[in-house]
């Protein structure tokens, strides 16, 4: 995976104690974040100011307090620069249906400041690459959610952006079409090496798709890391083996010999095909792969898998909202 | 359908080329002014249903015909008939065929702004460069473009035709001239009117018939008024009551300053301290629409 940068700075959007208050709710308080080129995950429940946060961060809406900065431009002063270089996909429907996505991203792409010529040339270049062909032609209202999900995706890349901003772009699509669309946003970074800000309120499927993961509840930030942090502080390993005559249950002479060895293993869970002839164990390092390989070959076992299991994101989100609840609880 | 994609027969612009990868773009971003003209162009385009389906197309077509066809016959008349003049004058055209003008911007003005509204498009617009304010400028102009094309498309027939009649060049010149400026003033009027109108009524349907409604409803009270007024001799209420509906507007002010005889009652148009403030009406009607429009996205935003 080649991850091409476009610009130098290590920071796409960064924030400083940014706070937006309405009347009666206050959507950010005093969020400071840093950002940088890859694919961001933005998550919170809903109400929890993804939208206001890419609001402010578009220069639509003033800040009542703090600062922010998006590819180096000041948000309150530098909007319409910002604009120029950004991209934006809302949540919401946002398609006419009377017109063919072709003369709509047509449309929207002279919008964004391209002569018409490189506009219908970026049109059928950015559509293709959404994976929308002869449909392209025919009105946008006879379209299916996920390809209307691909014109919408289309108009906020046919410009393209150095960023994009992606509001829940798997909303309202089947699982086939959510791993569509989330191969695709991996895409627009590791192939159009474009930055990608992506917001969800399912932190499952930004584990696969996102770099960096950014999660804010009530508008306060809860947590900032990449992914990889998250994932891979402890591997856990999958470890299934063969059956043979001497040890006609090979399952549990792997599991016995490595007790043996003071390690922990665990049958997997059921449900899952092969269960119970999967073992689970924490892997510490690289000793951890020798020593299953070893006690493998010592018991003549066969070895049918032996591979990383990730922790799922969520199950380190479970844990600092146990601890935010703590917290919360102690606080009142 | 996928299998039919690699047998696609090799006869140049039919080859289509899979997967060629990204390429970024580096040329010209002509920003917010670009954006302002291209929004204009389109809207404009899209007032006569160019650039959308035919079904569109139909009825903006049809009105503009219904406009010019009987200048056109009236030319054909003054020109066989060696008549010494037109039998209508520039400026009494439009207030004749108020109807049809009125039909326009009820049809034009929601799918001008409705749509975008109706569908949220609107937050799309405003994530690029334009702001409001090239937004509302870009709607405003166009559909008032669109109008003055409506308007002064027939007068430029009567005028052509005219001179083919040999008609006096300098009186029909200046009635021409004076029926542009009427024309130019009408569009600005009802475009603003129809958009404001249009900007609240997002479903296109109730539009049209808000649109319908305040022009008919307001030019049928006004008349009634007047006629009232007429009919019990207070002649001098007359140019009053014109001020409450765009069409008599309009009417008061070509008669005060372009020359117009008054379709009012009893021929009576404003006098020329009364026409100062039709014009000042029309015109604040105009820059008030202008504000409602901003107001009104402002609010819409994102």
Redesign the interface.
């Known amino acids: 995976m080649a991850c091409v940068t476009?610009f130098e700075d290590v920071t796409v959007i960064a924030t400083e104690s940014l706070s937006k208050r309405f009347p009666r709710v206050t959507a950010l308080d005093r969020l400071s974040v840093d950002v940088g080129p890859g694919v961001t995950g933005l998550v919170g429940a809903n109400g929890a100011g993804k939208?206001t946060l890419i609001?402010i961060l578009?220069g639509?809406?003033p800040a009542t307090e703090g600062r922010a900065e998006v590819l180096g431009l000041d948000v309150a002063t530098k909007g319409?620069a910002i604009?120029?270089r950004?991209?934006?996909m809302?949540e919401?429907?946002?398609?006419?249906?009377?017109?063919s996505a072709t003369?709509f991203v047509v449309?929207?792409a002279?919008?964004?400041?391209?002569?018409p010529t490189?506009a219908r040339e970026?049109t059928a270049?950015t559509l293709?690459?959404v994976g929308l062909y002869e449909e392209r032609y025919r009105?946008i209202g006879g379209y299916s959610t996920g390809m209307k999900q691909r014109v919408k995706l289309a108009?906020a890349l046919v410009?393209?952006p150095q960023l994009v901003f992606l509001d829940e772009p798997t909303n309202g699509l089947d699982p086939v079409g959510r791993d569509e669309m989330l191969g695709l946003i991996r895409r627009i970074h590791t192939?159009?090496?474009i930055s990608v800000l992506v917001t969800s309120h399912l932190l499952g499927e930004l584990e696969r798709t996102c770099d960096h993961v950014v999660v804010i509840d009530g508008g306060k930030l809860l947590r900032s890391s990449s992914t990889t942090d998250f994932t891979q502080t402890t591997t856990t390993l999958a470890i299934e083996v063969t059956d043979t005559d001497d040890h006609p249950d090979g399952t549990r002479a792997v599991r016995e010999a490595l007790h043996a060895r003071g390690v922990d293993v665990l049958d997997a869970d059921g449900g899952l095909p092969g269960a119970g002839h999967i073992l689970l164990l924490t892997a510490q390092g690289e000793e951890t792969y020798d020593l299953v390989r070893d006690v493998v070959a010592d018991l003549g076992l066969g070895l049918v898998r032996m591979e990383q299991r990730r922790h799922h994101i969520s199950e380190v989100f479970k844990d600092s909202d146990e601890q935010r609840k703590e917290a919360v609880g102690h606080g009142s | 359908m996928a299998v039919e994609h690699p047998v696609a027969p090799p006869s140049g612009d039919q080859t289509r080329i899979h997967n060629i990868g990204y390429r970024s773009y580096d040329g010209p971003r002509l920003g917010r002014s670009y954006a302002r003209r291209s929004l204009y162009s389109q809207s404009l385009r899209g007032a006569y249903g160019l650039g959308r389906s035919v079904k569109s197309k139909v009825l903006p077509m049809l009105l503009f015909v219904v406009m010019c066809v009987p200048a056109a016959i009236m030319v054909a008349v003054a020109v066989a008939t060696k008549a010494s003049k037109l039998p209508v004058d520039y400026t009494e055209y439009a207030i004749y065929f108020q109807a049809v003008i009125s039909l326009y911007v009820a049809s034009q003005a929601p799918q001008s702004v409705s749509r975008d509204l109706r569908f949220k498009t609107v937050p799309l617009y405003f994530s690029r460069p334009i702001e409001t304010a090239d937004y509302v400028r870009a709607k405003f102009a166009a559909l008032a473009s669109a109008m003055f094309i409506l308007t002064a498309a027939p007068l430029l027939v009567l005028y052509v035709g005219a001179l083919l009649a040999k008609l006096d060049f300098t009186d029909q010149t200046k009635g021409f001239a004076q029926g542009l400026v009427s024309v130019t003033l009408l569009s600005l009027l009802l475009a603003g009117l129809g958009l404001v109108i249009a900007a609240v009524t997002p479903r296109r349907g109730f539009g049209i018939a808000a649109v319908i409604a305040v022009l008919t409803i307001s030019y049928g009270a006004v008349s009634t008024l007047q006629a009232i007024a007429d009919a019990q001799g207070s002649t001098s209420a007359i140019p009053w009551i014109g001020l409450f509906s765009p069409i008599t507007l309009i009417d008061g002010v070509q008669s005060a300053f372009l020359g117009a005889t008054s379709a009012f009652p009893g021929g009576v148009g404003p006098s020329h301290g009364e026409g100062v403030a039709y014009v000042l009406v029309v015109l604040g009607l105009i820059a008030a629409s202008y504000g409602l429009l901003m107001r009104r996205y402002k609010k819409v935003g994102l």
């Open positions: 476009t939208s609001k578009l639509l809406s319409a604009r120029e950004v991209g934006y809302p919401h429907d946002c398609l006419p249906p009377d017109v003369e449309h929207m002279r919008m964004s400041g391209l002569p490189a970026r270049d293709r690459h009105p108009q410009h393209d192939d159009f090496g």
